[in-house]
């Protein structure tokens, strides 16, 4: 599988006033056509900032180095025009919540021809016949109607629908989507769910899927790198990762999921919380809240490296968690 | 269609707001102290005198059926005669209304045609040195008072420039834009300073809206991003403000009119309560009022158009 989208080291950090915060710390990962990837871990981890820095979507006063490679292409380095082009034309984006990432005051239609303009030469009347068939593929019914209609006349599910219709409007090849389903009661986030895998399936598209929520990795994607702390813990194959996590980390996740067999015990949770980023620690940067927790950890930071096939983990306990 | 009785029903209010206006007009003119009989035959009128001339204007029925003798003449344009000038009163009005708005008008488009790019580029330039020097630059304007702005004005362009005259108001359309123009530009100054503060906060909002990074995620290009989702979004706030500052202008010319020698409804209005001239006082504050109503109105309407989440 070739790689449409590679990330190499990444690293993003935000100047403020109280100093440097790390909020990506060398991430690595890369993304084929028709595959799913999920990025999972809990709130400032750095995956969504990860997201967005692929498409150099953050303010100003953050400073992004390592390498984007967009087929081979360094998006870090690309002029504004062709960097426009890219996002939305190649990389569409879906945020996490509908109801402030559509214009308010905009009808669904402009929002959706609008990135018709941007991208393809279509004339009106194409743009309207595109407009109405991207409705079609995302779910939503009566389309011309829903064309004139404003993003507060929709219901959750519906609007979430039209953001993605929206990012798929010039055909992208790859989607890249911000906790998409967060904002969405459950069934509504298992029908979003299903219309993305859906999607990959049926267009030949690349996903990266950004979650807090393991069972929305389980049930979407193909393979899943977890984060904490702004650097990556474990990457590969999603049914291998469950099975048999080598990070300390993504096996404490993985027993504070609630699920079968968890009924008649007290649900498990990781103790202490998520570190600060104005300093990074020197060692592992969970072992102030790992129980398998070694000398070590403290000292020397664990490097990512492959622990089976297909399979990578930065963690001085993957050998033990192998066993 | 919700929206089409939302604007019916705004429409309709029109009509309350008119009659309260009336009533408020003819209450404080009678509660103004002194009264218009002695302010026009002076002190030494004989008591026939002013017996005759309170019976001439009605001044002697109940006060109940003045308001209503008022209230349908008003309706009908009828204010009757000045009682210092002795002509038509909406005569008078008639003359001076235009003058007032074509400077209210002309003030307008030069505070927004100087706010909107001003408060624009102090947006995107946060708190860097175009912003700073912009803000420096208007709080003076906000600060200074309006006659003191408009003698420099006068000082500068009308005396040692000599591009403009010092004051009058001309006579053919072309002098009168001629001769309204600075009084237009003294009155947008201050004007401009708050709108172009509001509407600079409003972008600075905006500019960290989600859908402004879905916008640009898009690939939308710069401008279209900054003028479809940031300026127009940003306007639904400012807009109100616009609103409120016009119907404030319309009454509030005077002083500009008087240093610039305005034959506008601000000197008419001054000269109508130092002579106690009724009639006139009446007309105007009913005239102004209902102005103000339809700028609210309008302000009204314009919100609605940007923000289709009004009215629903």
Known sequence: MTALLQIRDLTVTFATRHGAVHAVDGVSFAVGRGEVLGLVGESGSGKSVSLRAITRLLPDFARVSGQVAWQGEDVLAMSPERLRRLRGGQIGMVFQEPMSALNPVLPIGLQITESLIAHTDLDARARRARALELLDLVGIAAGPSRLSQFPHEFSGGMRQRAMIAIALAANPAVLLADEPTTALDVTIQDQILRLLRGLVDELGMALVLVTHDLGVIAETCDRVAVMYAGRLCETGDVAAVFARPRHAYTAALLQAMPGEGTRDRKLLTIPGQAPRLDAPAIGCAFAPRCALVRPICTTDRPVLQPVAPRQSSACHAAADLAA | ?312
């Open chain 2, 1 to 312: 269609m919700p929206r089409l009785g939302w604007l019916v029903g705004r429409l309709l209010q029109i009509v309350p707001t008119f009659l309260l206006i009336g009533i408020a007009v003819f209450v404080l003119a009678r509660l103004l102290p002194g009264d218009a009989v002695s302010a026009m035959l002076g002190d030494r009128a004989s008591d026939a005198t002013i017996n005759r001339l309170t019976a001439e204007l009605g001044l002697n029925r109940s006060l109940g059926a003045q308001l209503l003798a008022f209230l349908t003449a008003a309706a009908q344009g009828d204010f009757g005669a000045s009682l210092s000038r002795h002509v038509p009163v909406m005569r008078l009005v008639a003359e001076a209304l235009p003058v007032t708005l074509s400077l209210v008008a002309i003030a307008t488009t030069l505070a927004l045609a100087i706010a909107l790019p001003l408060a624009f580029i102090a947006a995107l330039n946060a708190n860097r040195w175009p912003d700073i020097a912009i803000r420096a630059v208007f709080q003076v304007g906000l600060s200074s008072p309006v006659f003191y702005i408009g003698l420099i004005l006068l000082t500068v362009f009308a005396g040692w420039l000599g591009w403009f005259p010092v004051g009058g108001y001309g006579e053919s359309v072309s002098e009168h834009l001629y001769h309204l123009f600075l009084p237009g530009l003294t009155l947008s100054l201050s004007f401009a300073a708050v709108v172009m503060r509001n509407l600079r906060a409003a972008v600075l909002a905006v500019l960290t809206a989600e859908y402004v990074d879905f916008a640009r995620a898009k690939g939308l290009a710069r401008s279209v991003v900054l003028l479809r989702h940031v300026l127009r979004n940003a306007l639904i706030a400012t807009v109100t403000l616009v609103g409120l500052h016009v119907g404030a202008l319309l009454g509030g010319a005077v002083i500009t009119e008087t240093v610039f020698a305005v034959p506008g409804v601000g000197r008419l209005m001054i000269d109508s309560i130092f002579a106690r001239d009724y009639p006139v006082i009446q007309a105007l504050t009913l005239v102004l009022a209902v102005l103000v109503s339809l700028a609210f109105l309008v302000t009204d309407f314009v919100q609605m158009w940007l923000d289709p989440r009004v009215g629903r």
